[in-house]
């Protein structure tokens, strides 16, 4: 898998399934702090998504 965003998705898709940070970290070669930052981002990203989304319904 690849680093970046899509292989940070895939990842993040991967552990919302049930595998391990562990497992993802060891198989893509990153430190478990890089996965958490990646989830840190991506929640951020979608939250704003989501408001952006909300906003224009209203």
Do not use: C, H, P
């Amino acid at each position: 898998m690849k680093k970046g965003t899509v292989g940070a998705i895939k990842a993040l898709k991967e552990n919302e399934s049930g595998r391990s940070v562990e497992e993802i970290s060891r198989d893509l070669g990153i430190t478990k702090g890089t996965f958490y930052t990646w989830r840190r981002k991506f929640v951020i990203l979608m939250r704003a998504y989501a408001y952006k989304i909300f906003v224009q319904k209203v």
